[in-house]
Every structure is written in structure tokens, then in C-alpha cells.
């Protein structure tokens, strides 16, 4: 399950709140968070989480892990797991470019991401893995991620840094030496042979990543795939969710959930009030009641577009709580809100 939606509408806490439910159902739940943002410790009410899962003890019959993505520890694993053998790893891990690709390069934490989650849901040790993505405009990258990969991967300059050396120095033209040349000029030429000798140190892993990459985005595909998207019911979270929902369809998925967080209770199901005596206590409690509804009439309309754009996707409504989530009984609390749906029947 992929959680999606703008930042500071809950997607962590629903992401837990899933996983919880799972093993409540005793299911073996996995939530790894990939936004870098250490919500989901605060969520789960432990101290801190690590880039291997980690499991929380409760009174449920499955198991509930959670993860907190480490970009380079996961990238220095991967290394060292699909290195021909230890001196290509070592290689590879000391080189400059390397050390400042795992530090600063665009896109390097979304395909970390997709490598952990591939890690996994491969691992065969869980039933369910519940992901909790950055904002949507991170998400989309993450989502993206194995494409861009694959197609990275099969541009033909990457083909040609990544011949042995020898190879190398026979297929580069003159231009492209020219070319080579002007770069260190202005880079240093310590910086042209740091990126000939990790492109040469990666020399037949690059297989391993088109594999998986080309794996990954049939998993997002699959059946056995959701997107829930969360948002709130406000208009600028609405718009985002809204814009989110037209590039995930952009990319051939669909929106399988919307939940829609922190709504007004609906409690206009109470039915009629006694007349109250004009400044009493009564008259001041029922006033309070109807600004209730009429807060409810403006979420339901603030909504009503993105119900419509993502039908016929469930449509889960979370009432907002007396306080922030942070321990296992706030993450029960939204996990019933879940399992019970907008009409408050278990689903």
C-alpha cells in the first residue's frame, strides 16, 4: 500500500494506523517511511527507527515492523551485496563521485526507496508493506523512479562509461575526448578520472539495477497494489490531492482510497432539539452544535470534487481527534476510523 498526499495531512499517522490494523488482523505489517521527515517513531510513540526493520510488541496476533529509510546505508548494503566481490565494493564505496552521488545527487533517495521497498517486499517475511511517502511532489519521483531508472540505465553515454577501460579508451571519439578534456579544465581532471573509475567499479551491476528497477514498476502495477491518497478537507490540500490523483493516472495507476483526515464529526444524525430558553445554557450549547454543521456542510463541499474525480475508489472519513497521535492507542483510535468507512460500517 502506498500512502500519498501533501505534507501535514497525516499520511504517516494513516500509513501506522494501517499497518496496525493488519496485525490486528493478524497479518505480518511492515510501514517503512521514505520521507525524511521522523514522524513515524513519534507516531508509533518509540524513541527512534533504523534502516532494517525493527519490531514493536502488542497485544495483537501478527506482527507489526517498521522502517525509516537510510538513503546511503541502503545504498552502501546494496553495494556491498551485488559487488562482484569485495575489492569492486570497497572500490566503489571510497570513491569521491560515490560518496557525493549517496550525499547530493537528485533522485538518489527515491531510488533508494524503491530498492528498500523492493527489499522488502521480497524478503518473503511480510504480508503487507504500507509505505510512507514524502509529499506528493516527492512521491511522484518516487514513484516514477523505476522508469527513470531503467531508462538511465539504457542511454547510451552510461553504456559507454561503463566499459572496462581498455574498451573504454578504444569506443571514445576524438570529440569526445575534446570533450572530456574541456570538462577538466574546468573540473579538475581528478574529477573526469574519479567518474571514468566509478562508472568502470560499477561494471556489471548495472544489470542488477535494471532488473530490479524493471521488477519494481511491475509491482506498482499489480493488482495486489494500492495507492491511498490522504488528504484533508481543506482547499489548498484538496488541490494538491486533486493534481496528485491526475499524475498518478498520468502514469497508468489509479487511486484505489482517499482518505480524507481530521473531518468534522457529522452529528447532524442527532435529530431535532428541544426548544432552548433565550441566553441559557441550552440556547449557547445548540448554537455551538449548528457552526459544528455548518463547519461539516463546508468540508463536504470542499470535497465533493475530489470524491468525484477518484470514484469509484473507497472514500474513508477519519474525524479529527482531541490530540496529536502518538503512542499505539491514538494510532487504534484512526486505525477504527479506517476499518469503519464514511458510513461507519466495518469494511
Request: net charge negative.
Amino acid at each position: 500500500m502506498i500512502c500519498c498526499g501533501a505534507g501535514g495531512v497525516g499520511k504517516t499517522t494513516v500509513s501506522a494506523a494501517l499497518a496496525l490494523q493488519a496485525a490486528r488482523q493478524g497479518r505480518r505489517a511492515c510501514v517503512v517511511t521514505i520521507d525524511p521527515a521522523r514522524r513515524l517513531a513519534s507516531a508509533l510513540g518509540i524513541d527512534q527507527l533504523a534502516n532494517d526493520p525493527v519490531q514493536l510488541a502488542g497485544d495483537w496476533p501478527g506482527q507489526l515492523w517498521a522502517v525509516m529509510l537510510d538513503p546511503k546505508r541502503t545504498f552502501d548494503d546494496l553495494v556491498r551485496q551485488h559487488a562482484g566481490d569485495s575489492r569492486q565494493a570497497e572500490a566503489i564505496l571510497a570513491n569521491r563521485i560515490y560518496r557525493n552521488l549517496t550525499g547530493a545527487l537528485s533522485g538518489t533517495q527515491e531510488y533508494m526507496a524503491m530498492e528498500k521497498v523492493h527489499q522488502l517486499t521480497e524478503s518473503g517475511q511480510f504480508d503487507l508493506v504500507v509505505v510512507d511517502t514524502p509529499p506528493t511532489r516527492n512521491a511522484i519521483d518516487f514513484i516514477d523512479a523505476p522508469r527513470r531508472l531503467t531508462r538511465f540505465l539504457g542511454h547510451r553515454l552510461f553504456q559507454l562509461l561503463l566499459m572496462p577501460t581498455k574498451a573504454y579508451m578504444r569506443a571514445v571519439s576524438v570529440a569526445s575526448q575534446a570533450l572530456l578534456r574541456s570538462i577538466a579544465k574546468v573540473a579538475g581532471s581528478d574529477v573526469v578520472e574519479d567518474a571514468v573509475a566509478f562508472f568502470n567499479a560499477f561494471e556489471g551491476m548495472e544489470e542488477g539495477f535494471r532488473s530490479r528497477a524493471e521488477h519494481m514498476q511491475s509491482v506498482l502495477g499489480a493488482p495486489a497494489t494500492s495507492f491511498v491518497l490522504v488528504t484533508s478537507p481543506r482547499s489548498d490540500t484538496v488541490t494538491e490531492a486533486t493534481w496528485f490523483a491526475g499524475q498518478l493516472a498520468d502514469l497508468g495507476f489509479a487511486v484505489s482510497a482517499l482518505v480524507v483526515n481530521r473531518v468534522q464529526p457529522d452529528y447532524r444524525a442527532q435529530g431535532p432539539l428541544p426548544e432552548a430558553p433565550p441566553a441559557s445554557v441550552l440556547m449557547a450549547l445548540e448554537q455551538n452544535l449548528e457552526e459544528l454543521h455548518r463547519r461539516r456542510r463546508h468540508e463536504e463541499r470542499a470535497i465533493a470534487g475530489i470524491v468525484s474525480d477518484v470514484a469509484p475508489a473507497s472514500v474513508v472519513l477519519v474525524p479529527v481527534l482531541d490530540e496529536d497521535v502518538h503512542d499505539v492507542e491514538g494510532l487504534s483510535a484512526v486505525a477504527r476510523s479506517l476499518v469503519a468507512g464514511s458510513d461507519g460500517r466495518s469494511r
